[in-house]
């Protein structure tokens, strides 16, 4: 596999943000850029917003004057196509339109060496059919950068039907040798990261109608439990309300209206009012002058205890256990089913299934149910819901004994699943799905999860630390209590309990 040499030319076609962002990774890699934008004297204005951006980083000590010097040299503004000749290989950056970037791509060819590879940003439309009626469709391949380009390490390349194994193996080297973490999917709607990270703002979206929490809420415990940068109410807030549900109507629409893209009505109203988030000064946060953010909700309890018993394994929350007993908790251990008890209550980590549910089939009194959290020796929060019959007497002592260990205690309404837990089962339902589905290696999905939207882990490296049965079970749960095909499992799930229990590996080939 070979890296597009050094003195290979490149070409960025768009000057906007990305096109911008794009033809600087180029130049500091050390290529000579060529940069044509169709509005007069764009092209030049990008490249000195470049030579703003590269004297930032010279001040604050990550690029030497002279490499600054070097890079910006390499960057030329063109002002037709026919400056692009010399290219081996164009990046357009253009206008998300399936028939203005054909008519390029058509005119590319006219211009182009016939060896030169013809890449695409595009974020959502489909490799095949803007590679379809080329003369030479197989050089056409995408190259999906993030914003911004020169931050954000991960690359998407791009198969379309035609494209040729050649010219993907060359763009994941050249990917490589620019500093990037490439990976490889094929052109299906969302490609990995706007199709897996769906749910990340679906199920914040979802529990937020159904009045499980406020924002601040359901905010903080994602990024204090589930050790998420943002919650989903804040980032859609900083991508825009507008751009977030544009992705997902596209991503629905793909997918003809697979109920697992679902939009949100509550988002769509956001956008009918124009409260598009930060930009706008309003979304589900308010950011005008003098407008404070609402605080979570945080349970206080002065309950007393003397011991708690924890009957079997926690699983994923046994760290839970040493936590207690750094707490000086006295904890007693006896075999069970998985169970914390302290005087009155039970607590249990969520099955999906709702607590009152749960307290009825199992015979559980006083139960109350807590959250995934990433790491539960760390984690500086965590969500619980009671059952109907749980006595508040009872809550309290779940919430003393939590508080005890350090915890802040976030409530949220009896609803299947908890927040953390509810979003990571879907986002590795759906990285599931996509694996099955061979957009893409399993590897390949956490790692575009990690790099590309900052996950603290990649949902199936998460399913497997979970366990697969556990995280399956939350889904039928899921799928039970709603009655809705939108948490359905994943087939891959399924299998993978016959096939070692591990859904990492599941993206390998079998035979
Ligand atoms: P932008 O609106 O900032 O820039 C687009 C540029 O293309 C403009 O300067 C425009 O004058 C130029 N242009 C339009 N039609 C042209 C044509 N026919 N020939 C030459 N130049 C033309 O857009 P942005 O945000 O940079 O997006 C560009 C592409 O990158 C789109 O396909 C978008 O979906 C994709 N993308 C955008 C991301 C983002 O966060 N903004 C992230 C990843 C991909």
């Not at 500091?28 to 703003?52: F, K, N, T, W």
């Not at 095949?128 to 391949?141: I, S």
């Not at 500086?380 to 019959?389: P, V």
Request: contains cysteine; charged residues 25%.
């Amino acid at each position: 596999m070979h890296a597009l040499p050094e003195v290979a030319e490149v070409a960025v076609i768009g000057a906007g943000a990305m096109g911008a962002g794009i033809a600087q990774v180029a130049a500091q890699a050390g290529h000579e850029v060529r940069l044509y934008d169709s509005r007069p004297g764009a092209a030049a204005l990008a490249i000195e917003g470049i030579s703003r951006q590269l004297d930032r980083l010279v001040e604050k000590g990550k690029l030497e004057g002279n490499a600054r010097d070097a890079s910006l040299a390499r960057l030329h503004p063109a002002e037709s196509l026919h400056a692009l000749d010399g290219a081996r290989l164009v990046i357009e950056a253009i206008v998300e339109d399936l028939t203005i970037k054909r008519e390029l791509f058509a005119e590319l060819e006219r211009h182009c060496s016939p060896d030169c590879i013809l890449a695409s940003n595009t974020s959502s439309l489909s490799i095949t059919a803007l590679a379809a009626g080329l003369a030479r469709p197989e050089r056409v391949a995408g190259l999906h950068f993030f914003n911004p380009a020169p931050l954000m390490a991960l690359v998407e390349v791009i198969t379309g039907l035609a494209t040729d194994v050649a010219v993907v193996d060359t763009l994941l080297a050249t990917a490589r040798r620019w500093g990037k973490y490439p990976v490889r999917t094929r052109s299906t709607p969302g490609f990995i990261v706007n199709r897996v990270a769906r749910p990340f703002y679906a199920e914040s979206l979802r529990l937020l109608q159904e009045g499980a929490a406020s924002c601040a809420s359901l905010d903080s415990v994602l990024r204090e439990a589930g050790g998420f940068r943002m919650g989903a109410f804040e980032l859609t807030d900083l991508i825009g309300q507008d751009v977030n549900y544009a992705v997902t109507c596209s991503v629905f629409a793909a997918f003809h209206g697979d109920p697992r893209f679902q939009p949100s009505l509550i988002q769509k109203e956001l956008v009918d009012a124009g409260r598009l988030g930060r930009k706008s000064g309003q979304g589900f946060y308010d950011y005008r002058e003098g407008a404070s953010r609402p605080e979570p909700i945080e349970l206080d309890s002065t309950a007393a205890f003397d011991c708690c018993v924890v009957e079997g394994d926690l699983g994923v929350a046994q760290p839970l256990v040493s936590r207690l007993r750094a707490a000086d908790i006295a904890v007693i251990e006896r075999p069970g089913t998985g169970l914390l008890r302290v005087g009155d209550a039970v607590l249990a980590l969520s099955d999906g299934r709702l607590a009152s549910a749960r307290a009825r089939q199992d015979g559980l009194r006083n139960l109350v149910l807590f959250d995934l959290a990433l790491d539960y020796g760390k984690a500086a929060r965590l969500a619980i819901s009671r059952a109907a019959d749980t006595t508040p007497a009872a809550r309290d002592q779940a919430v003393a004994l939590l508080r005890r260990a350090g915890l802040k205690v976030t409530p949220i309404r009896d609803l299947p699943g908890l927040p953390v837990l509810r979003t990571v089962a879907m986002l590795a339902n759906e990285a599931a799905e996509a694996v099955l589905h061979q957009v893409a290696s399993a590897a390949d999905i956490d790692l575009a999860l990690c790099a590309g939207v900052n996950y603290p882990k990649g949902p199936l490296a998460w399913a497997d630390a979970i366990g697969v049965d556990r995280v399956l079970a939350v889904l039928e749960h899921l799928h039970h209590s709603y009655g809705e095909d939108r948490y359905r499992p994943s087939l891959l799930l399924r299998r993978a309990l016959f096939e070692g229990g591990r859904v990492l590996v599941q993206g390998e080939p079998h035979d």
